[in-house]
């Protein structure tokens, strides 16, 4: 099993799922992450790992209020989601989005008229057009 490059920008599954806790609930200490996890599912250790990991990262920032430290999100979601989307192209398709889209469409994920509502957002709006 090939492993993680130690210093890794993306995120493994467990620190994605605390992070988009942190993103929704905004800051919060160990014991109300691992309430917005499931509890039953990790010990409050395991969490209070990753939160520590993510700091070390420079996910998170955390500082102490009362007895306990409190994480934020230093990183948006939508930082996370362009690193982890530029890795996606360049690990599984050659760095080409091209090729990305092209596998869109052919496992039928995608079709002409998706492409053609999405191409039709991205576009300004036309001199004259109602949406001046």
Sequence with gaps: MVGRRKGSSSLTPLELRIMQVLWRDGPSNVQA??????????AYTTVQTMLNVLHRKGRVRR?????????????????ILRQAVRDL?????GGSPEELV???IK???LDAERIA???RSLAPPEKGSPHE
């Design 117 to 119: 509502e999405l191409t």
């Design 33 to 42: 992450v691992q309430q917005a996890l499931d509890p039953d599912d990790l």
């Design 102 to 104: 092209m596998n869109l």
């Design 89 to 93: 192209v360049d690990r599984m398709f």
């Design 63 to 79: 500082r102490m209020r009362g007895r306990a430290f409190e994480y934020s999100a230093v990183v948006s979601r939508e930082v």
């Design 107 to 109: 496992t039928r994920q």
